[in-house]
């Protein structure tokens, strides 16, 4: 008998911002296309999604891109009668707590065998995580329907983190092929960066010091060139070069270009020596272009992230002379308080002879770890079923 594709249906609620959607999105497409399981990726904002790949449509309740079957989740998917069973999926994955709609759990429980549940949580390098990760919490109303929580993670006792299979591979390919790389800022900036420039990509939240990073830079022993995608980066950029998209100051040359389809972004950061990111996507993708960067976390009014943002440090700097993590630190800090960085900006600058191989070396630790899909296909197939 002819076996089926399993099927996975993945929710995604948009909070804010780009990063729910840009995993959900990540995973779905790894599960599809390297786990042959048929996806159905449900999202409450397609506007995202077509931000992060524009051959998306918003404007279609369903369409396939890259074997993902991405569907609209609007309010008749919440407030519908009944789902029938069959049409449940054999795993369902809420991502971020999302909170499956109610007529679809209705029916999950009514299934036999009951779909295996999972509830996809943000990323942390917090200890507790390798704690909590895969415990299950049964269903208050629905029992013995029973939900898996899965921690996406730095060590081995985690989820792991998202990596294509081919991720490195093409990395390795853009970074060692100077033509590649020449023709990509020909086709970014329409200009080729000059031999020896510090070249820095920037993206982040209002708050960051963009302005006094880019006096600083200014000051750096050599030409810098430096990209901001549309958002609040490159509102600031603009707001320095005097309201012109693109301009120079000294021997720093800064561009404003427009948001990056998510394939591309990634060829952005592997081309660049130093990457500012943000939230958990892109924080992550600086990590597997394997150079150095500096995370703005995404700031949470009861302050979690400070002990988030120091969680992480922890690791990443563990292993990095005592002095060059102190000033990785003294940066960080400073970005994600919005303090001026006329201090941490050039001392973190002299310490990129030694960043940069520890960022290497951080990417080629973190990629002996089994990817995250791979890991959830694994748990779903071999320790819940
Ligand atoms: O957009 P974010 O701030 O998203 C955040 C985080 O996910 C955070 O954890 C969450 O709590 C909050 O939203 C609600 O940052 P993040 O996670 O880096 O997502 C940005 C996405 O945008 C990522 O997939 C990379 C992508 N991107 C592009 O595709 N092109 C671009 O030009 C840029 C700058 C980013």
Known sequence: MASHPERWDIFCRVVDNYGDVGVAWRLARCLAREHAKHVRLFLDDLTVLARLRPDADAALAAQRIDSVDVRRWDEALDERETVPPGEVADVVVETFGCDTPEPYVRAMAARIPHPRWINLEYLSAEEWVEESHALPSPHPRYAPLTRHFFFPGFTSRTGGLLRERDLLGRRDAFQADRATQAEFWRSLTGAVPPDGALKVSLFGYSAAPYWGLLEAMTRHAGPVWVVAPEGAASAAVTAWLHGRPHGERGTLQAFTVAFLDQDRYDELLWACDINFVRGEDSFVRAQWAARPFVWHIYPTDDGAHWVKLGAFLARYTAGMDRAHAARVTALWEGWNR??????????????????????????????????????????TDNVLK
Request: hydrophobic share 50%; proline share 10%.
């Open 338 to 379: 919005g303090e001026p960085v006329a201090r941490t900006w050039p001392a973190f600058d002299a310490a990129l002879g030694a960043v940069s191989p520890h960022a290497e070396d951080w990417a080629a630790r973190l990629a002996a770890q089994p990817d995250l899909a791979t890991q959830l296909a694994n748990f």
